[in-house]
Nanobody, 124 residues
């Protein structure tokens, strides 16, 4: 059974950097696409970034492009979201998600597996 566990969320100040981790287990992920989503209070869960685990394709939401980067450690089965130049509007619960396809999707419903989320709070 696929399990995703996020970690790394905490309170930071505007302009700071933060790295989130998503530890994946229960499958061979080379043929999976992984996504990061976030949900702020009172708002819909929105796409942040995605990558194909076994390839180089990545895609970012316009709001984070140039500030956030996806990276992965195949040996540890862990996906990372490096977040730089954080803004108060980045405050949200961040979720890691996985889908059993090698093409990226920005649609929440395209992902079958989800982690429990990790809270990121950016103070001004």
């Amino acid at each position: 059974q696929v399990q995703l566990v996020e970690s790394g969320g905490r309170l930071v100040q505007a302009g700071d950097s933060l790295s989130l981790s998503c530890a994946a287990s229960g499958s061979t992920f080379s043929n999976y696409a992984m996504g990061w989503f976030r949900q702020a209070p009172g708002k819909e869960r929105e796409f942040v970034a995605a990558a194909v685990w076994g390839g180089r394709n990545t895609f970012y939401a316009t709001s984070v492009k140039g500030r956030f980067t996806i990276a992965r450690d195949n040996a540890k089965n862990t996906m990372y979201l490096q977040m730089n130049s954080l803004k108060p509007e980045d405050t949200a619960v961040y979720y890691c998600a996985a889908r059993e396809f090698i093409n990226i999707s920005t649609m929440r419903g395209a992902y079958r597996y989800w982690g429990q989320g990790t809270q990121v709070t950016v103070s001004s």
